[in-house]
């Protein structure tokens, strides 16, 4: 069965600094991939998705993230933290084909000013 | 555009106590999912449905039941709540009858139970 990790529970960045996310992802063969973010009281919002397509894959509100098969990897990133990115973070994995979505446990990204 | 819709925002309830959580999507989407969120726990799928008039177990279905009304509805039943079953639920949506696509969340049920 797949499964994701994700590695650290709470980042903390400066505002301006990048900002890396990590999340390894276990499948036998590439799956879809997820980045989610969830504001405070709030539901999970889609930031970006990897389906094959292309391995770098842009998002909403600056972010990106890079499919790396030979790491089993799709960690998220963005150049240039802002205070309102200060959020949890979930990346996802789908097997192709599968009705359901496997959530990590979460990252909370904490913007020091 | 209301998405995904849960009902109630909020609720306490004592332990023994039932009560049903409600979800509706105007989407069109066919498949619907309940979820618990713990803290550092992530996202656990408690069932889906992945089409109307079909539900299924997820990771941890224990203590609840489903109900998937139509299209639209997908609902959560907690017969006797337990202390353990304290959490945030997200009811979600997709159509998977596209190439992918993922999920679209409610803002969420908080339930203490006492």
């Known amino acids: 069965a797949q499964s994701v990790t994700q590695l650290g529970s709470h980042v903390s960045v400066s505002e301006g600094a990048l900002v890396l996310l990590r999340c390894n992802y276990s499948?036998?063969?590439?799956?879809?991939l997820f980045w989610y973010v969830q504001y405070p009281n709030q539901g999970l919002q889609l930031l970006l998705k990897?389906?094959?397509?292309?391995?770098l894959v842009k998002g909403i509100n600056g972010f990106e993230a890079e499919f790396k098969k030979s790491e089993t990897s799709f960690h998220l990133t963005k150049p240039s933290a802002h205070m309102s990115d200060a959020a949890e973070y979930f990346c996802a994995v789908s097997d192709q084909g599968d009705d359901k979505i496997i959530f990590g446990k979460g990252t909370r990204l904490h913007i020091l000013p | 555009n209301a998405g995904v819709t849960q009902t109630p925002k909020f609720q306490v309830l004592k332990t023994g106590q039932s009560m049903t959580l409600q979800c509706a999507q105007d989407?069109?989407?066919?498949?619907m999912y309940w979820y618990r969120q713990d803290p550092g726990m992530g996202l656990r799928l408690i069932y889906y449905?992945?089409?109307?008039?079909?539900?299924d177990k997820g990771e941890v279905p224990n203590g609840y039941n489903v109900s998937r009304l139509n299209k639209r509805e997908f609902s959560l039943r907690l017969e006797s709540a337990a202390p353990s079953q304290t959490s945030v639920y997200f009811c979600?949506?997709?159509?998977?009858?596209?190439?992918?696509?993922?999920?679209?969340f409610g803002d969420g049920t908080r339930l203490s139970i006492l």
């Open positions: 990897y389906t094959s397509a292309a391995t």
């Open positions: 979600a949506s997709s159509d998977l009858t596209r190439t992918v696509q993922p999920q679209h």
């Open positions: 989407m069109n989407h066919n498949s």
């Open positions: 449905s992945a089409s109307e008039g079909t539900t």
């Open positions: 499948s036998s063969v590439p799956p879809y």
